[in-house]
Nanobody, 123 residues
Framework: QVQLLESGGGLVQAGDSLRLSCADS????????MGWFRQAPGKEREFVAG????????YYADAVKGRFTISRDNAKNTVYLQMNSLKPEDTAVYYC????????????????WGQGTQVTVSS
């Protein structure tokens, strides 16, 4: 069973950095591709980054390419999202998710979700 818990969100200024973590209490973490999504008030949930189950392949939304980095440590059952050069438009609740298949950009392709962590970036 997969149970995801995000942490690391907070309030920062534009240009600052944050590192989000997502811990999986389940026993099959290494079998799942992982993704990060975000949702701002009044907007739809959008794809941010994804990583294959082995950590070899990574994928990013155009809005965060060059600024965000996704990684995973299967020994710790944890996936990370390093966010640099944050912008006010990055403000959202960030969710991690697990997929039994590929790290798709579409939320319906993911089978398990965390409850989210708030990231707020002031100008």
């Amino acid at each position: 069973q997969v149970q995801l818990l995000e942490s690391g969100g907070g309030l920062v200024q534009a240009g600052d950095s944050l590192r989000l973590s997502c811990a999986d209490s389940g026993r099959t973490f290494s079998s799942n591709a992982m993704g990060w999504f975000r949702q701002a008030p009044g907007k739809e949930r959008e794809f941010v980054a994804g990583i294959t189950r082995g950590g070899i392949g990574t994928y990013y939304a155009d809005a965060v390419k060059g600024r965000f980095t996704i990684s995973r440590d299967n020994a710790k059952n944890t996936v990370y999202l390093q966010m640099n050069s944050l912008k006010p438009e990055d403000t959202a609740v960030y969710y991690c998710a697990a997929s039994l298949k590929l790290p798709s950009r579409y939320s319906f392709e993911y089978n398990y979700w965390g409850q989210g962590t708030q990231v707020t970036v002031s100008s």
